[in-house]
């Protein structure tokens, strides 16, 4: 084991395009866990993203700049490679419901195959944010929707920025 690793730092990696609530209570909640939190924003992504990379860095670090337990950096390449240099040993992540079990599984069965020292922990995510997504956040934006108080405060000023204020929510009837 190396000794230089600090148990109790953990990595929540993640596009975070954009970050929502339930991100922002899955780390917070984390907090009671680990003694120190990197948000880790992934460069690489299979999906096309609203925000550039330094814009999604920058939001999480207005979201979380009260709280110097957390760190936010972007990362490249491979996951435990970024969690072995940033000294950690644990790495984050979210459960919303089953259908997010088995790619969460594969990847920490990889994760543990390419080195045994990391650890993957899964937090369950708070039942009110349960419903919500980053990509449904997107959706809802663009579209027009009500999307106040589905993401923090910095997230919300820069999807109005682009999509402007979403329309209050319409009694059908």
Do not use: C
């Not at 609530?21 to 460069?43: E, P, Q, T, Y």
């Not at 009260?66 to 459960?95: C, K, N, T, W």
């Not at 108080?149 to 910095?154: A, R, Y």
């Amino acid at each position: 084991m190396d000794p230089k690793r600090n148990h109790t730092t953990a990595v929540y990696p993640g596009t975070f395009d954009p970050l929502t609530m339930g991100h922002r209570s899955l780390v917070r909640r984390a907090l009671k866990v680990f003694d120190r939190i990197i948000v880790a924003v992934a460069r690489q992504t299979p999906k096309q993203t609203l925000f550039t990379l330094d814009e999604r860095v920058e939001m999480i670090q207005e979201v979380f700049a009260q709280e110097e337990r957390i760190s936010v950096e972007p990362f490249h390449g491979l996951l435990v490679d970024y969690v072995h240099s940033a000294g950690a040993s644990v790495i984050l992540r979210g459960m919303r419901a089953v259908s997010d079990f088995d790619h969460e599984f594969q990847m920490a069965l990889m994760n543990r195959r390419m080195d045994k020292d990391i650890e993957s922990i899964f937090l369950m995510t708070d039942f009110k944010w349960l419903y919500i997504s980053s990509t449904i956040v997107k959706e809802v934006a663009k579209a027009g929707g009500d999307y106040d108080g589905l993401v923090p405060e910095p997230v919300m000023r820069r999807l109005r920025e682009r999509f402007g204020p979403g329309s209050p929510r319409r009694k059908h009837g």
